[in-house]
């Protein structure tokens, strides 16, 4: 009987022991764990070391818990450490996934995965987190997963901006607040840094619009919908309100409110390749890495040249983003392709996502994390905006104000949205504050969430899947005489990523795979690469014939190396990439 047979089996007569105690106990349930009298449905580990609910969201603390237990329960497959503090002296942590008793996990091809780089985005905190949790539970259960953490090392970084996403779930702040990091700007340049925010007025612990009743407004509430939405009056009818924004005050007496909120300033355009300066672009600060944060996120890329492919995850849009940031930015042919054809599939695992390039499709970014981790270190990489209203009614049509309302009152009972309350206000009078919760738009409802983060997940995945995995394949021995003889070596790249990317080639970014012979009774004469394995043509090394540079090893691709030795005995090939691994094979000279 197979190990899921076995599980099946338990499951069932768990269920059944179940249904008998209630059927013995006169009708009133027994007071079980309901764990034990459930199957389990697919997708998730049922069985399981660390519980974690992931329809809602954690701050710092909760997802430093949630990583440390899963450290504690599976030591055999994680590492847990910080990669530096954040602005306030919070860690950024990062858990290493990898089945470390496989294989040195320093140079297996690595995957670096981050979120919340902007503070308010905060499921792309919880899709790091759950594929840390995913990983563990289900290594050895799942043979994908097995081969994954065999061949592969996970860096999981869930939040580049602790500070912001603390921020945003603790304190009173709009849906689009908490986006920058901690350090104080003065927006307003009046030589005072964030100094008017917004303001909880009526102390409901939220932060919502305000409206005043106004003759001259042209707004009035919606004819269906007059709880949840405001729209423009028509130009030959009167309005009934004037919008004053954000629940606040002018708290520095320049005549603005909430002119000057906390930060101000753009993280994800803090990257040093492409970087322009704050006022060709906004929010990029003093120069490059000048914030913590992104500091500690680059130096540790540079100290893992294993790190192969790259998942920046973000909100919202439902889009898979790859680079150039700008027309004309650095994109290798041979590179944009494969990103296309990985992101591809990434649109049939993501309902409603869409493939796109950011500076064409989206807009122009300078010194963003993506686009710096591909030009600059060669990494194939993607930022993931994650959830789209269009998953809201399964349609794929991007829904109107209405059809939100409609989900809002029908689908959510009304959670989600902010009674109109009136509140007195010092400048405007009477005031009434209300309107969309900070949670509703870009984040999805506790019942989406899941599905959302473990969509994006598996996309990561079979990113992940696309990396180098290499195999010395034939070593084949011809004698030709003298104990001298020809050795062929035939490494494989099973997989589609290149073990060098273009990028990384034209700009010798990471040094070149070498495949290299050592025997202690055999000496390398000459060696090279097969260029045409027909005719037998071999692009000869000029020195240090022992080992053989190649530029990389493609995808789904098989290089072949000749070595002319002399000697006897046994002798090891070794092949050694920075992102392919360091594989070695032990073969012999036949005996004369």
Not at 51 to 57: M, P, S, T
Not at 273 to 285: E, I, K, L, T
Request: hydrophobic share 35%.
């Amino acid at each position: 009987m197979t190990s899921i047979s076995r599980i099946r089996v338990a499951l069932v007569t768990s269920i059944l022991s179940c249904s008998l105690l209630l059927a013995e106990s006169g009708g009133q349930p027994e007071a079980l764990d309901p764990a034990d009298c459930a199957l389990p449905a697919l997708g998730a580990p049922h069985v399981r070391k660390v519980d974690v609910a992931w329809n809602r969201y954690y701050d710092h603390a909760g997802l430093g818990s949630i990583l440390a237990r899963l450290h504690k329960a599976f030591p055999d497959l994680t590492a847990l450490y910080s990669l530096g503090k954040s602005t306030e002296g919070r860690d950024l942590w990062c858990l290493e996934v990898t089945a470390r008793r496989v294989g040195d996990p320093s140079r297996k091809p690595g995957m670096y995965a981050d979120g919340n780089i902007h503070g308010n985005e905060v499921q792309a905190g919880e899709v790091i987190a759950y594929t840390a949790w995913y990983l563990c539970h289900q290594y050895g259960r799942l043979d994908r997963v097995t081969a994954l953490l065999d061949n592969y090392v996970f860096y999981l970084v869930p939040m580049v901006n602790p500070d912001g996403r603390d921020n945003w779930l603790h304190h009173v702040n709009g849906a689009l607040s908490s986006r920058g990091g901690a350090a104080p700007v003065d927006n307003d340049r009046d030589g005072t840094a964030d100094e008017d925010d917004c303001e909880d007025l009526n102390g409901d612990g939220c932060i919502a619009q305000m409206r005043i009743k106004d003759p001259q407004g042209r707004w009035k509430p919606h004819p269906d919908y007059p709880q949840y939405l405001m729209v423009r009056a028509k130009p030959d009818e009167p309005g009934e309100y004037t919008l004053l924004g954000w629940e606040g005050l002018d708290n520095d007496g320049d005549g603005r409110a909430n002119e000057d909120g906390r930060g101000g300033y753009d993280m994800n355009r803090n990257y040093p390749y492409d970087w322009q300066p704050n006022y060709f672009q906004y929010g990029a600060r003093d120069y490059p890495l000048s914030q913590p944060e992104t500091r500690a996120v680059a130096r540790f890329v540079l100290a893992h040249p294993n790190i192969a492919a790259g998942q920046c995850y973000h909100n919202s849009g439902g889009m898979i983003l790859r680079g150039p940031g700008r027309e004309g930015g650095a994109m290798q042919s041979a590179d944009e392709r494969l990103l296309e054809i990985i992101a591809q599939r990434g649109e049939r695992i993501l309902p409603y996502y869409r493939s796109l390039v950011c500076w064409k499709d989206l807009y122009a970014t300078w010194g963003d994390q993506d686009t710096w981790l591909y030009a600059a270190r060669g990494i194939l990489a993607y930022t993931s905006e994650m959830w789209t209203p269009r998953n809201l009614y399964k349609n794929g049509q991007s829904p109107s104000d209405e059809d939100e309302a409609e989900f809002i009152k029908q689908v959510l009972l009304g959670d989600g949205f902010i009674p109109w309350k009136r509140c007195p206000h010092p400048t405007y009078g009477a005031v009434e504050i209300g309107g969309e919760r900070k949670e509703w738009g870009r984040t999805p409802p506790s019942f989406l969430l899941e599905e959302e983060i473990h969509r994006n997940m598996a996309f990561a995945l079979y990113h992940a899947g696309t990396m180098p995995l290499l195999r010395i394949g034939d070593v084949n021995v011809a004698p030709l005489g003298n104990r001298v003889y020809k050795v062929w070596v035939t490494v494989e790249n099973q997989r589609l990523m290149p073990t060098r990317t273009a990028q990384d080639v034209d700009h010798r970014i990471s040094p070149p795979d070498v495949v290299s012979l050592r025997g202690e009774a055999v000496q390398v004469l000459s060696s090279g690469r097969v260029t045409d394995r027909f005719f037998q043509r071999v692009a000869a090394v000029e020195c240090r014939p022992e080992r053989v540079p190649l530029e990389t090893i493609g995808g789904m691709e098989a290089v072949r190396v000749q070595f002319i030795v002399q000697g006897s005995g046994s002798f090891t090939v070794t092949v050694d990439s920075a992102r392919g691994g360091l594989l070695h094979g032990d073969s012999s000279l036949p005996a004369l």
